[in-house]
């Protein structure tokens, strides 16, 4: 119940954040830009308040859910393996100025645990996919051909 309170009231600063947006459209650059600027191909409107809002607390949760999920294989990995976190801490306690994001590339071994354990486990393991035309994935499958 408390989480759905919190859902809802989020909704709620999403939409005055896209009303200031509407306000402004300079600022409106990002995935909340193009989700605003985004239209219908067969009707060419624009996405209605609710969608819009629906739309990025889909993406809110999705990448809460697959930073959370990478951040806990990549600990459990680093707890397995105590000379990578050795090299690990060396590395952050060698590199202590983090000032902009442009100092990110310098923290190579940090970079190479991440995305071995995304390698490992990656957090979109599943991917639904729907053919566009039964037609057509029938014959790809009949025929053995991509």
Request: hydrophobic share 40%; glycine share 4%; net charge positive.
């Amino acid at each position: 119940m408390a989480f759905a309170r919190s859902f809802r009231a989020s909704g709620k600063i999403i939409l005055q954040i896209i009303d200031r947006r509407r306000k402004d459209p300079a600022t409106s650059t990002g995935a909340l830009g193009m989700l605003m600027q985004a239209r219908d191909p067969q009707s060419g409107q624009l996405m209605q308040d609710r969608q819009l809002i629906d739309e990025i607390l889909t993406l809110i949760v999705a990448g809460h859910e697959t930073t959370a999920s990478t951040l806990n294989w990549t600990w459990y990995l680093i707890s397995q393996h105590p000379e990578v976190e050795q090299r690990l801490s060396n590395e952050l306690n060698d590199l202590t100025t983090f000032s902009e994001f442009d100092d990110l590339p310098r923290f190579l071994y940090t970079r190479q645990i991440i995305d071995e354990a995304m390698r490992l486990y990656p957090a979109g393991w599943l991917l639904n996919r729907k053919a566009l035309h039964e037609r057509s994935a029938r014959r790809v499958f009949r025929s053995g051909r991509n």
